[in-house]
C-alpha cells in the first residue's frame, strides 16, 4: 500500500494467519490499485475495473474492506465502486481513515454524512486513524467477523 493515491498498479497479495478453535487458518487480504487517481490513462482505469469484477465474483471472497478518507465526500470513483459492490452483492465494511484530521465533533458529524451517502448500516463503518490507533481493535475485530461470515 503506498500514501500516494494511485501508486499501486497491481494486485498484492497478503496472508495472515489466524488462531482460531479448530487451529491456525489462513486469510488473504488482496490490496487492490487505487482508483481515484486522475493521471490514470482510460486503459488503466478500464483494466482496473475488470480487476475488481473479477474478484468480486470469487466464490471464497468473504467481503470487501473499502478504504475511505474521513476528510472528504464520496468521489465519482466511490460512487462507481458502491455500485460494482452493490452489483456483486459484496459484504462491505468501510474503514473510515484519517479520523485524526478532525476533531470529535467533526468526526461524528463526517461519520454520519458518509454512512447516509453510502447507504451503511452501522455495523459497516468503522472510524480509524493510523496514527492515533482510534478504532482499530474496532477494525480488527470487524475484520475477523466478516472473515468468520464467509
Do not use: C
Not at 499501486?8 to 487451529?23: C, I, K, M
Not at 488473504?28 to 469484477?53: Q, T
Not at 465494511?93 to 476533531?103: F, P, Y
Request: proline share 5%; net charge positive.
Amino acid at each position: 500500500m503506498s500514501a500516494t493515491p494511485g501508486k499501486t498498479r497491481a494486485l498484492n497479495v497478503y496472508e495472515v494467519q489466524l488462531a482460531s478453535p479448530t487451529g491456525p487458518r489462513s486469510l488473504y487480504f488482496l490490496d487492490l490499485p487505487g482508483y481515484g487517481y486522475a493521471r490514470a490513462s482510460k486503459a488503466d482505469r478500464a483494466a482496473f475495473a475488470a480487476l475488481v469484477r473479477h474478484v468480486l465474483h470469487r466464490p471464497r471472497l468473504a467481503g470487501v474492506v473499502w478504504l475511505l478518507d474521513i476528510r472528504h465526500e464520496p468521489s465519482e470513483g466511490d460512487r462507481g465502486m458502491q455500485d460494482l459492490l452493490a452489483a456483486a452483492g459484496t459484504r462491505v465494511l468501510a474503514a473510515v481513515t484519517k479520523s485524526d484530521k478532525l476533531s470529535q465533533a467533526q468526526r461524528r458529524q463526517r461519520e454520519g454524512t458518509l454512512r447516509d451517502a453510502l447507504a451503511l448500516d452501522e455495523d459497516q463503518l468503522v472510524v480509524t486513524s493510523a496514527r492515533t490507533g482510534l478504532g482499530l481493535p474496532e477494525l480488527r475485530e470487524s475484520i475477523a467477523a466478516l472473515a468468520g461470515a464467509a
